[in-house]
T-cell receptor
Framework: NAGVTQTPKFQVLKTGQSMTLQCAQD?????MSWYRQDPGMGLRLIHY???????DQGEVPNGYNVSRSTTEDFPLRLLSAAPSQTSVYFC??????????FGPGTRLLVL | SQELEQSPQSLIVQEGKNLTINCTSS?????LYWYKQKYGEGLIFLMM?????EEKSHEKITAKLDEKKQQSSLHITASQPSHAGIYLC?????????????FGSGTQLTVLP
C-alpha cells in the first residue's frame, strides 16, 4: 500500500498562475483534508471532505478550491496564486475518529 | 474554535537528557494525538490518547493526558539525536467528531551529540 501520496513535491509559481496539487490514497478512508504549514503557525485546515461528492471549508479556505469525485482522490486547486500562498501543503486521510495519516507534503513557492 | 498551545516552542538538549513537551487546550479534550516531523518531511504518528489519565509509551517516549487540566505532556527519556525534529499535538474538538484535527504550533527539538 502506498498510503497517502502527493504530487508534485516541489513547485514554483508566478503570481496569478493556477495549479492543482494532487492527493491520492489507497486506504479507502472516507475523510480527506488539506492543511498548510507555515513557520510558527502549525498546521491550518484549508478544506476537507467526509466522502465522495462532499466537501467543506476549514480555517483558511480563501484562494483554494477542492472537489472529491472519488474516494481515492482529493485535489487542491489554486486559481490565481499569490505570494501569501507560499507554504508547505499536506494532505491527510482518516477513517472515522481514528488516526489521521499524512502525505509527504508539497512545497510551494509563489514569486 | 479550539486552540492548542504548545510549550516550549523550541528546546535544545544534550544527548542523554530527559525532556518534556506540553500541549494545553482551550477546550475539553476528547482525543489527543502526537506527531513527529523531520525537516522537509511529512508527519509521523506517535501516539493517541483518548481517556483522562491515560498514559502510553513507545520506546523512550511517554505521553500522558490530564483531562481536568485539558493538557497532554510528551516525555522523552535519555534523548538521542534521532529524537530531533518538530513535535506537534493535534486534537479532536468534539466527542465522536470525525472532523479534522486542530494542531498546536509545534515544538522544535534539537539534541546535541
Amino acid at each position: 500500500n502506498a498510503g497517502v501520496t502527493q504530487t508534485p513535491k516541489f513547485q514554483v509559481l508566478k503570481t496569478g498562475q493556477s495549479m492543482t496539487l494532487q492527493c491520492a490514497q489507497d486506504m479507502n478512508h472516507e475523510y480527506m483534508s488539506w492543511y498548510r504549514q507555515d513557520p510558527g503557525m502549525g498546521l491550518r485546515l484549508i478544506h476537507y471532505s467526509v466522502g465522495a461528492g462532499i466537501t467543506d471549508q476549514g480555517e483558511v479556505p480563501n484562494g483554494y478550491n477542492v472537489s472529491r469525485s472519488t474516494t481515492e482522490d482529493f485535489p487542491l486547486r489554486l486559481l490565481s496564486a499569490a505570494p501569501s500562498q507560499t507554504s508547505v501543503y499536506f494532505c491527510a486521510t482518516r477513517r472515522g475518529a481514528g488516526t489521521q495519516y499524512f502525505g509527504p507534503g508539497t512545497r510551494l513557492l509563489v514569486l | 474554535s479550539q486552540e492548542l498551545e504548545q510549550s516550549p516552542q523550541s528546546l535544545i538538549v544534550q544527548e542523554g537528557k530527559n525532556l518534556t513537551i506540553n500541549c494545553t487546550s482551550s477546550k475539553t479534550l476528547y482525543g489527543l494525538y502526537w506527531y513527529k516531523q523531520k525537516y522537509g518531511e511529512g508527519l509521523i504518528f506517535l501516539m493517541m490518547l483518548q481517556k483522562g489519565g491515560e498514559e502510553k509509551s513507545h520506546e523512550k517516549i511517554t505521553a500522558k493526558l490530564d483531562e481536568k487540566k485539558q493538557q497532554s505532556s510528551l516525555h522523552i527519556t535519555a534523548s538521542q539525536p534521532s529524537h530531533a525534529g518538530i513535535y506537534l499535538c493535534g486534537a479532536d474538538g468534539q466527542r465522536g467528531s470525525a472532523r479534522q484535527l486542530t494542531f498546536g504550533s509545534g515544538t522544535q527539538l534539537t539534541v546535541l551529540p
